[in-house]
């Protein structure tokens, strides 16, 4: 026959077909209506069973004459000449190629011996046997997935189950869109068993003799729930009692004590009878199992008790509380596995989708983008860094490089960044401790008087709401990012230091409110840190003060930022850290050394602006380190100026540091960072790299390049500044 499926550029262009044993070939096959005769046995072996080759091949010569076929009876034909049957495949094909050479049929080469070309082919191994597979047509249960698939695909579509990232619909229209018929029997030792049984044909010719038989063409069977319904639907087709026999398909030596011609006589005649001595039938069940996919497919309900009886089902609490769920989390590579497969059955079984929305989180790989592997020994055990830098610190590291879309890049030191994170955590609730800070049953944060207390709680009721907002999109990312900005930065650094002084202060109405308001902080941070960190804030709950609950079981807030932000407070303490921050950042750019005392100028500035640094300037002075404040109208040469809102100070630094040297080591640290760009530079826009490299390797030096550039600005503009201090 003719083809599209040979390559004519490889070898002759002609080819065998052995329709039962390739997937390809069997296509062919099916389009050529060329009988499929199987050759091997399950164990890999040529076939043993059947008649004499010589009588086997009469019978395939004969279709090829044009006999119609069935396929039962062409798999019952055993085509292997008796010269091969039982061998192993790989000794099979060895004496093939010697018995051909033996009769002179092979083609020889330019010095006569007989040419044995290698080809390079496409064959599938065991991933734990590691040996080659062989594929074999078998009966297999299969589902006619085009009968259901529909539904599946609208919802979708339609927007009834969302899928996130978007990006990721692709691969499940794609799979559902192109779906071949789908194989869910497996011969397997675990698995669910396939709730089928089977028995010998009863046979009842014009003379009213009962007859029994049983081959692979001939056969009863039933599918119910139970055996015990098999044993009362075959009693009722055999009106006899029923033998439910152990009997594995694939042991023909076995199956025939039972229901080969001889045994199934001896049945019917009552010869043979079950341990009670009643007359019986044999029966029994699929040895096969159900995939796992199919198996897990009906998990949305499988997992609520759902039972298929609609009166049962009907009164199933957890079934009418649970389902549909809302969330499936999953991995990408599962999403034509088992999303799709839960989606069409769960349509297919009850009419409802099984969940509204699908997370499709990201492959966990290594610090340079490479997917992990025991062979590469690039593996990071999730056991071995809890050990570490325990699960909280793991956790955060997950959920803070969770952006939706991209591969997660584990390092250790991130996982030791945010192992520090809940130290910082760990030592604020101590501060708060060792300054009699406990929550106040009765305390309304709506109603505190002083500002820095107005600030921090507008600004937790900000990060309550940007988490709400960033969970709600399943940004978990953007949540984490959140939360380790207000805990570290507001809470643990900025409102730790800030309530200081009012601790130290005679007002014991002031240090009453600052108690309860940092109390009443601490505890949103445990709170909204929970989902995320569960253990070291679970335990800091309990620490803190006797609690009704554990932390699990609080509320979850719904204050908003209309209720707790307090705009003037806002801008004030903003005001006043965006000035320390500014200050801060001059004397690490100028290097001027961390335990110096510096003075600072004012040069004008407005009533708001002096409202807030008259009444946070001790505080100013203590936390950026300055010695004196003046008022000029000018700056000094020799000073750094700082912008702020509403006005402008400097610094006067020259008689603080020394400018030469300064230039000189910022100037040696630009020139070291413009080589390696140059140089990074030259191989990026080398193609021949980019061609050759990995992918992962070029993206790095992306990155590289992207954080020198950056540290290039950082230190040029520290270099304009000191060179402009003369």
Not at 18 to 36: L, S
Not at 65 to 85: C, Q, S, W
Not at 648 to 664: G, H, M, Q, R, S
């Amino acid at each position: 026959i003719t083809d599209e499926y040979p390559d004519k550029n490889f070898g002759s262009g002609a080819v065998k077909i052995t329709g039962a044993h390739d997937f390809n070939d069997y296509a062919v096959a099916k389009r050529g209506n060329i009988p499929c005769y199987r050759l091997m046995d399950t164990k890999g072996a040529m076939r043993t069973d059947g008649a004499a080759y010589g009588d086997e091949a009469a019978k395939a010569q004969a279709i090829v004459k044009g006999r119609e076929f069935t396929e039962a009876e062409v798999d019952a034909i055993n085509l292997v000449p008796d010269e091969y049957r039982g061998l192993d495949r790989f000794e099979a094909r060895k004496r093939v190629v010697a018995d051909i050479t033996a009769e002179g049929l092979a083609v020889p080469d330019a010095d006569g011996v007989p040419f044995v070309e290698n080809k390079l082919i496409m064959q599938p191994f065991g991933d734990r046997s590691k040996v080659v597979i062989e594929p074999m047509l078998t009966d297999q249960w299969f589902v006619d997935t085009a009968e259901i698939v529909q539904p599946a695909i609208d919802a979708v579509r339609n927007g009834d189950t969302v899928i996130l990232p978007e990006s990721d619909k692709k691969v499940y229209f794609h799979w559902l869109e192109n779906i071949e018929p789908w194989c869910i029997s497996r011969q397997l030792w675990w698995g669910h068993q396939i709730l089928v049984w089977y028995g010998p044909k009863k046979r009842v010719d014009e003379t009213g003799k009962v007859s029994l038989s049983y081959d692979s063409a001939t056969y009863w069977r039933c599918c119910v729930a139970s055996e015990e319904q098999a044993i009362n639907a075959a009693k009722e087709y055999y009106g006899t009692e029923i033998l439910v026999i152990e009997a594995d398909s694939g042991d023909r030596v076995e199956f025939d004590k039972f229901f080969g011609a001889a045994a199934l006589d001896a049945w019917l005649s009552g010869a043979r009878r079950n341990s009670a001595g009643d007359r019986a039938t044999p029966i029994f069940r699929d040895p096969d199992v159900l995939d796992t996919w199919f198996s897990s497919g009906l998990w949305p309900i499988g997992t609520l008790g759902w039972t298929g009886d609609a009166e049962l089902d009907a009164k199933n609490e957890a079934l009418q509380k649970y389902f549909p769920t809302s969330v499936l989390i999953t991995g990408f590579d599962i999403i034509f596995f088992w999303v799709a497969r839960m989606m069409m059955m769960q349509y297919a079984v009850v009419g409802q989708k099984p969940f509204d929305t699908v997370y499709v989180h990201a492959l966990v790989r290594d610090e340079s983008g490479k997917k992990m592997s025991k062979s590469l020994g690039n593996v990071l055990d999730p056991l071995e860094l809890i050990d570490e830098y325990g699960a909280d610190a793991v956790r955060f590291t997950l959920t803070a490089m969770a952006a939706m879309g991209r591969d997660l890049k584990l390092s250790t030191q991130r996982i030791a960044g945010y192992r520090n994170f809940g130290t910082k955590l760990w030592n604020a609730s101590r501060f708060a401790e060792m300054n009699d800070c406990k929550p106040v049953a009765d305390f309304d944060p709506a109603h505190v008087s002083h500002t820095v207390n107005k600030w921090i709680i507008g600004e937790t009721a900000r990060v309550r709401e940007a988490v709400d907002a960033s969970l709600m999109q399943f940004r978990f990312n953007d949540a984490a990012g959140a939360l380790y900005a207000h805990v570290w930065g507001k809470v643990c650094d900025w409102y730790v230091e800030l309530a200081k002084p009012l601790f130290q202060g005679e007002d014991e109405a002031a240090k009453a409110e600052t108690r309860a308001t940092m109390a009443w902080a601490i505890d949103q941070c445990l709170i909204l840190l929970h989902p995320i960190m569960p253990f070291i804030t679970e335990q800091l709950w309990g620490d803190i003060a006797e609690r009704q609950s554990m932390l699990i079981h609080a509320d979850w807030p719904t204050y908003t930022m209309a209720e707790l932000v307090d705009p003037a407070a806002d801008r004030e303490m903003n005001w006043v850290i965006g000035l320390i921050e500014q200050i801060r950042s001059v004397r690490q750019e100028m290097n001027v050394p961390a335990g110096a005392k510096i003075r600072m100028i004012q040069l004008d500035l407005d009533n708001a602006g002096q409202a807030a640094l008259t009444g946070n300037l001790p505080m100013i002075m203590r936390l950026a380190r300055i010695e004196t404040l003046e008022a000029a109208k000018d700056a000094p040469k020799g000073a750094v100026t700082l912008a702020v809102e509403g006005g402008t100070f400097c610094l006067p630094l020259a008689d603080v540091i020394d400018v030469a040297a300064e230039k000189a080591r910022l100037q040696k640290a630009l020139d070291k960072l413009g080589r390696e760009a140059g140089g990074l530079n030259g191989k990026l826009a080398n193609e021949k790299f980019l061609a050759n490299a990995p992918a992962d390797v070029v993206q790095t030096q992306r990155d590289r390049l992207l954080l020198i550039d950056e540290e290039i600005a950082t230190l040029t503009s520290a270099y304009d500044r000191i060179a402009s201090l003369g």
